[in-house]
């Protein structure tokens, strides 16, 4: 008897087990990206127009130049500026530990890519922000609205 009840509560405890193994998983929800709101481009005169971002203490500020035709963004140039002054290139981050010269290698190339979207779509909306570049992104933004501002005066 005591067997079959031994035999009993092992085989109803291993059917708890599955039956919790096979429930619902919940995820965190995940973070929507902050959508971008369009430039707005009325009243912008053709020129070339540069503005800086405000500086990140750690990381530095971005500069662009916006050249701007029949009142569409034509052509950026975006570069980026690290604290000490010297701007991010394909050498950034050469020298330091191999993940941290990873991970700065890839901003560079997320620095390059923001102004080359830009200059492709002429929407600052449809440029994608490149995941472990989000300062980048964000000063991007901001110094390409600052030119844009300039381009109205």
Known sequence: MKKKLSLGI???LGVSVLAAGCGE???APK???QKTAAL???GVKDGTYA???SENEKLGHSHVELTIKNGAIEKVVHTSIDKEGKQKDEHYGEGKEPGAQKK???AYKAIVSYGEQLTASKDLAKVDAVSGATVSY???KE???KAVEQAKK
């Open 51 to 53: 503005a800086d971002s």
């Open 31 to 33: 973070e929507q990206p």
């Open 10 to 12: 092992a085989l109803l």
């Open 40 to 42: 707005d481009m009325t």
């Open 104 to 106: 700065a290698q890839n």
């Open 143 to 145: 110094a390409v609205t």
């Open 138 to 140: 964000d000063q991007f």
């Open 25 to 27: 998983e919940k995820q």
